[in-house]
């Protein structure tokens, strides 16, 4: 059994900048790929990074790419989503997700388990 647990979320103004944590609980594996997605309402969910957590490997959408990263702790069994360099549309819910095996991938159908969700509000 696993749980993810998503905080970090708020309000920032555009330009600035929030760092997400996702800690998992439970039955847990570094060799396991973890990965973070956003819904805006109203619009479907996103893929925007991922990080495999015994290879290294991580990959980003185009849309944050140069902006936003995905750093681990293993020790602390949590990954992080750092966003800088904010915008108004980067405003979602983001969720954290973890896959069943080891391989990266941008798709929400690869991850068998998910957080709740954390709101990020950017303001223009």
């Known amino acids: 059994q696993v749980q993810l647990l998503e905080s970090g979320g708020g309000l920032v103004q555009a330009g600035g900048s929030l760092r997400l944590s996702c800690a998992a609980s439970?039955?847990?594996?570094?060799?396991?790929?973890m990965g973070w997605f956003r819904q805006a309402p109203g619009k479907e969910r996103e893929f925007v990074a991922t990080i495999n957590w015994s290879g290294g490997s991580t990959g980003y959408a185009d849309s944050v790419k140069g902006r936003f990263t995905i750093p681990r702790d293993n020790a602390k069994n949590t990954v992080y989503l750092q966003m800088n360099s904010l915008k108004p549309e980067d405003t979602a819910v983001y969720y954290c997700?973890?896959?069943?095996?080891?391989?990266?991938?941008?798709?929400?159908?690869?991850?068998?388990?998910w957080g709740q969700g954390t709101q990020v509000t950017v303001s223009s």
């Open positions: 997700a973890r896959r069943s095996g080891s391989g990266i991938t941008n798709s929400p159908l690869g991850y068998q388990y």
């Open positions: 439970g039955r847990t594996f570094i060799n396991y790929a």
